[in-house]
């Protein structure tokens, strides 16, 4: 499914235009999406990013089911996601976040993910990445929506109900409250260098007596 280049928002499936919709919600198998994840994280099977993605595909995928399955499935995702992924990991990933194909999570400390936050498929995301709500009485329009082939750099915080495009990128530590265009780049103000001050004409070195 693809949307227009405009920006804009479907009422009905929640996702808004100007993005590559995450496929992984309606076609692809949950196996498939596991095997493109493991291939993804360099084929090791004790990437954090890869066990953070497993459990949340495995959450997600039991949305769907029949109402007894559904019900086991979660209980088994709160308990694994809380007690390894969240508390050991520190990676928080709503089991309702639409996440697409082929996303890495590059390193995996402090990344927060809400429920209806949607992150398009080839997706890299580092460390200390925030995806934020600014209104929760309308939670699932007021969600960052990331496109395809979108890089977010570590610390970066990303707020309310924005879009950004197709191979964007967003640098470290930039906090980005507005849509950013598909090929364009969201950077943080540079650091200020700042010249060492002169010391004054015979100071001395402070010493500490052993």
Known sequence: MRWGDDVGHDSQSGIRHGVGV????????????????????SRSLVHPGFHALLVHRIGFWGLGRPAPL???????????????IQNLYGTEIADEAVIGRRVAIGHHQAVQIPAFAVIGDDSTLRSGITLGFTNDATRRESVPHIGRDVSIGPGAV???????????SIGPNAVVSTD???????????ARVLKP???????????VAS
Do not use: C, Y
């Open 22 to 41: 995450a496929e992984a919600a309606s076609t692809a198998p949950l196996r498939t999406l596991i095997k493109e994840d493991f291939e993804r994280h």
């Open 180 to 190: 950013v265009p598909a090929g364009a780049a969201a950077f943080a103000p540079p």
């Open 158 to 168: 990303l707020l309310g109900a924005i879009t950004v495009g197709d191979g964007a």
């Open 197 to 207: 001050q002169p010391r004054p004409t015979g100071a001395t070195t402070d010493t």
């Open 70 to 84: 559904r019900t086991a499935v979660k209980v088994a995702h709160r308990l694994v996601n809380r007690l390894v």
